[in-house]
Each structure stands twice: as structure tokens, then as C-alpha cells.
């Protein structure tokens, strides 16, 4: 049975107890009809967003990139332009069917709706594999504050058929299709990108250090009652080699222009997706290409979703600069790093910012 309003009031470990290991989630605790927001979620006041910063005549914007000639020199210089000033971009015809796209948002919703114990079947604690992982906030265990979000994590390494067999029935097909129906797309950004480092050929084992795993993510941002108070997502750059990010139409992801230092807006664009650079690019290309602070607020009015891949090396991998940025003379500002000890290092500790990225500095 479910805690009442008091009872959610009156003790910490309710809280924990009820969204953690009961597996109701940020979403259960919404559904309860909070008037308030729960303490564990109150951010300390320099992580919250101030809704002013964003209202004072701010009017920079990631570009918006028109992919309807993948050969036109142009597109190639403002996709290595983007990823080196904003380490963001939303690309429009990209080639990955609105169907496709809209399936998997529906797909979304219908997985949060399933009920409390269905979804807890696939937490940490209780998922029959580390393929599939249903959780809440970040890393609740590690963070000084709770994120008022949801996800669904599925992971795979290279063959993604084996890993989707083991994918909640719901939303496998529609997430196995935009995986899938995205590839394409990341193979072409990526070897542009690459040529932007005078890397002219992604033979295998830099096909398996670029996108050697991949991990989607189904993200659900309940309606808040005290959306000033918290965050969806902290501040954090991705620990991936890119991010394909598909927003729905409620908006909320924020982005750092690092010359300003304020935060901009990544408006939803009717059938783009959004593409930002993670920590594993900016390493490999030993700075050239950057990852970017981002976050996400919390929404007063609607619940939000949206669906990220992350394209990542495999865990085994090295990664470091590559040779080829390395061979014009440039001074190495990173280390070899094993991926995967990369990726502990993220998830021990809150979101901080763009901190994890000093784990490989040389």
C-alpha cells in the first residue's frame, strides 16, 4: 500500500523506501498529489535555475543543422564548426523516419504506466541482467540531493539483438527501431567529425572505440509541484562519444555556452534530434571537439520525456588521444584511460558539473 502525504513528510527513509526499493519512482511520488516539494529533492540554491537568467533578452541557440545533403562540404564544416564552439547541434532531415521516432515516445509513456511492481522487476537489485536497468534521480546512493526523474537504461555491446531479447516487451520493438534506425546516422557524424581530425578512415578497432557500445535510455520527468526548488537533470557533460537525444515537445534540456557562460535553450524542433559531443570525443580529440554542461528543469505544468543514445566505446577500451590530433604537434592534455574505469569514476558521485573530465587529465 502506499505511504499518504504524511507519512512521506515525516521520514526520510520513507521517501528512499518508497521510490528506490519499492520501485514507484519520482512518478509515484508525483502521483500522490504533493502540494510540496519532498526535502530530499530541494537542491542547494546554486544548482537550482533561475528562471530570469533565461527571460534577460537571452538570445543564443544551438545550431540547427539541415542534413538533407550528407556530401555538401558545408554541412561538414558546420557539424565540426558546432562541435567545437557549442559541443551541441539539432539536426533536421537526418533520415530516421517520424514514425519511428513517435513509436518509440509512445513506447516511453507506456512503460510508465505500467504498474510500480512491474517496472521494479528491472532495478538494480532485481534485473536478471545489467542489460536492462530501471532507476531514479542519478545516483541516489551518492547524491546530497535527489533529481526528479525517472529512466529506463538498455545497454548493449554490439549485438543488439542478444541484449533486446532481454528488453521489457512494452517498448523492445519501437527502442531495437530507433537504435537501429539511427546507426546510419551515427556512422556519418562520426566520420565527419573524424575527417575534422585529419582521421580519414574509422578502420574496426576505431569503430569499436567510437561506438564499440551503445546505451538508450528512456527518461520520464514527472509534473513537479516545486519545479524552482529541484532539477530534472544536474549539471554534467555525457561521459559518451556522442549523444543522439530525442526531445519531446515540452522542452527543459539547457546548455552552457562556454563563452558566456549562461544557459541557453535547446527548443524542440518538430522531427530533429539533438547531438552533443561527450567526454570519450573531447578526449580523443584532445580537446578540439567539446563535451558541454547541460541540464534539464523541472516542469511545473507537464510531465516530460525524452530518449537519448549514447554512443559509447566498448568498457575494455583505452581511450586517449588520438595519433593523428596528436601528430601536428598539439600538446597531449589527456592520459589513456580504460573506459570503463572512466564511467565508475561518473556514477560514484552526483552530477558535478563537467568535474569527471579531470579523471583523465594528463
Known amino acids: 500500500m502506499a505511504p499518504s502525504i504524511s507519512m512521506i513528510h515525516s521520514s526520510p527513509l520513507n521517501i528512499l523506501d518508497f521510490v528506490v526499493n519499492k520501485g514507484h519512482g519520482v512518478k509515484g511520488l508525483a502521483e500522490l498529489g504533493l502540494k510540496t516539494l519532498p526535502q530530499q529533492y530541494i537542491q542547494p540554491p546554486q544548482e537550482r535555475f533561475d528562471m530570469s537568467d533565461d527571460e534577460e533578452g537571452n538570445k543564443d541557440t544551438i545550431p540547427v543543422i539541415d542534413m538533407s545533403n550528407w556530401d555538401d562540404p558545408k554541412i561538414a564544416d ?213 563535451s558541454v554542461e547541460h541540464r534539464v528543469i523541472a516542469n511545473g505544468s507537464s510531465n516530460r520525456i525524452s530518449v537519448p543514445i549514447f554512443v559509447n566505446p566498448r568498457p575494455t577500451d583505452v581511450i586517449g588521444p588520438l595519433l593523428e590530433v596528436l601528430e601536428s604537434g598539439e600538446k597531449q592534455l589527456y592520459k589513456n584511460v580504460i573506459y570503463k574505469d572512466y564511467v565508475m569514476h561518473f556514477f560514484s558521485k552526483g552530477h558535478d558539473g563537467k568535474a569527471t573530465v579531470e579523471f583523465a587529465k594528463a
Not at 175 to 181: D, F, G, I, Q
Request: glycine share 6%; charged share 20%.
Open 78 to 290: 558546420a557539424i565540426c564548426d558546432a562541435a567545437r564552439k557549442w559541443g551541441f547541434f539539432q539536426i533536421v532531415n537526418h533520415g530516421v523516419p517520424v514514425h519511428v521516432l513517435e513509436d518509440v515516445k509512445n513506447a516511453t509513456h507506456q512503460f510508465y504506466e505500467l504498474p510500480a511492481e512491474e517496472k521494479h522487476k528491472y532495478s538494480k537489485e532485481r534485473s536478471v541482467t545489467n542489460s536492462v536497468r530501471f532507476g531514479t534521480s542519478f545516483s541516489p546512493e551518492a547524491e546530497n540531493a535527489l533529481e526528479w526523474k525517472d529512466y529506463l537504461s538498455l545497454f548493449f555491446v554490439e549485438n543488439v539483438d542478444e541484449a533486446a531479447s532481454l528488453w521489457p516487451l512494452v517498448c523492445r520493438n519501437q527502442a531495437l527501431a530507433y537504435v537501429k534506425s539511427s546507426e546510419p546516422v551515427v556512422k556519418k557524424l562520426l566520420a565527419i567529425l573524424m575527417k575534422g581530425l585529419n582521421v580519414n578512415e574509422i578502420d574496426e578497432s576505431k569503430e569499436s572505440m567510437l561506438m564499440g557500445s551503445k546505451r538508450i535510455n528512456l527518461n520520464y520527468y514527472p509534473k513537479c509541484p516545486n519545479p524552482e526548488l529541484t532539477v530534472g537533470v544536474g549539471r554534467h557533460s555525457d561521459v559518451s562519444t556522442l549523444t543522439i537525444l530525442l526531445q519531446d515537445d515540452i522542452g527543459g534540456l539547457y546548455v552552457r555556452n562556454t563563452e558566456t557562460m549562461k544557459w541557453v535553450h535547446v527548443p524542440p524542433v518538430n522531427g530533429s534530434l539533438v547531438i552533443n559531443v561527450g567526454d570519450a570525443l573531447q578526449i580523443m580529440s584532445n580537446g578540439n571537439y567539446k
